[in-house]
């Protein structure tokens, strides 16, 4: 077992100068006070943002496939065309389909269509969600299951199927009372007669905080990309890579699609030349983004500077106030380095506060 040495004067003299600054802080509760608050803005600006940065870009996902999840996109190369959001893109449901069963590079590749509103009725009584489309193979990218019931299969996102959906472990609880049989209740969604299969683990929620979802192409059946309204039936599309194939190779594959199904079809997919496979975070995280998050932790980093720089005005003022006090104690006997100690100490149970 290791135990710190200490000498027991130099703990009878923390102790002294611990006693000392309380009964000067509290003594001084202004300055205290005024301290306290400056420091704890700058504080606080920092690790808000931090949190904000750590959580958006450098964490990222706790998947457990975060490594090999990718986002995939049909994007206009054209440099001049990029935005805030990065490059103009697409991919229509059926140029998902085309890919997703012809592709060689990825395990699994899935659609979503998040963020959507969702209308749910149960025992009569009517209530609006946040829900996402997806695509049968969506969890299987994420790996991730329910805990109760089951999975969609291929056969649930198929038009004219059975309607099913899977909702959150929030909504299980506070809009079913965690009803241990909820597999198989029947409910209406948007509508027409639905049946709950399953419930997510506790904290699922993606990708925009969503409190269930429905089969893709059971609600939003594939049109052709020449009819009219099609162009809203496009889909974000995230894929689980393959351990032995890098991002490069699978951005190759990817651009040879929109290549083929642009000179297929000129009048959607003309300008969509180029594929774009990346880490998923980054579809989440675009570069303006990002640029703006770093630019706003450095401003709360200034922040902490100057609220370090007052409070810091602060003490030499208070120290200036004090020379009475410390040429005293000095002709009592007390070093330079014991009022350096005294007063570090009194900075100490300020930051402490």
């Known amino acids: 077992e290791t135990k710190l040495n200490i000498p027991p004067p130099m703990l009878d003299s923390l102790r002294q100068d611990l006693r000392i600054g309380l009964r000067v802080l509290i003594k001084e509760k ?3 006070a005024l301290a306290v608050t400056v420091l704890a803005v700058g504080i606080c600006a920092v690790a808000t943002q931090f949190s904000v940065v750590n959580g958006v870009m450098l964490r990222g996902f706790s998947f457990s496939t975060a490594d090999r999840l990718m986002g995939v996109r049909f994007i206009d190369p054209d440099p001049t065309r990029v935005n805030f959001f990065g490059p103009p893109n697409q991919i229509f449901t059926l140029d998902l389909q085309e890919v997703a069963t012809n592709q060689k590079s990825f395990e699994a590749i899935a659609g979503y269509i998040s963020g959507s509103t969702v209308n749910v009725t149960y025992s009569g009584v009517p209530k609006r969600y946040t829900g996402a489309y997806v695509t049968e193979d969506f969890f299987k990218v994420l790996g991730i299951a329910p805990i109760i019931g089951r999975d969609f299969t291929a056969a649930d996102n198929t038009a004219g199927a059975e309607k099913v959906t899977l909702i959150s472990h929030l909504l299980w609880r506070r809009d079913f009372a965690s009803n241990p049989n909820i597999v198989g209740t029947s409910v209406r969604l948007n509508g027409k007669s639905a049946i709950i299969i399953g419930v997510m683990p506790p904290g699922f929620a993606f990708p925009q905080n969503e409190e269930l979802w429905v089969p893709f192409f059971n609600e939003f059946v594939p049109r052709p990309r020449n009819e009219r309204g099609a162009a809203g039936q496009q889909a974000a599309v995230m894929a689980l890579l393959k351990r032995d194939v890098s991002i490069e190779q699978a951005n190759s594959e990817i651009t040879i699609f929109a290549q083929r199904l642009a000179q297929e079809f000129p009048e959607t997919n003309a300008r ?4 774009q496979v990346q880490p998923l975070i980054k579809n989440f995280t675009p570069n303006g983004l990002r640029d703006l998050l770093f630019a706003m932790l450095a401003v709360c980093a200034l922040v902490l500077l100057l609220a370090c720089a007052n409070v810091m005005n ?10 009475k006090e410390l040429a005293i104690r000095s002709s009592l006997g007390a070093t330079r380095s014991r009022l350096v100690r005294q007063m570090l100490t009194e ?7």
Request: hydrophobic share 60%; proline share 0%; glycine share 8%.
């Open 314 to 323: 602060m003490q030499f003022a208070r120290a200036t106030l004090r020379a």
């Open 347 to 353: 900075s100490l149970l300020l930051a402490s506060l």
């Open 272 to 275: 969509f030349t180029a594929g």
């Open 30 to 32: 202004g300055f205290c």
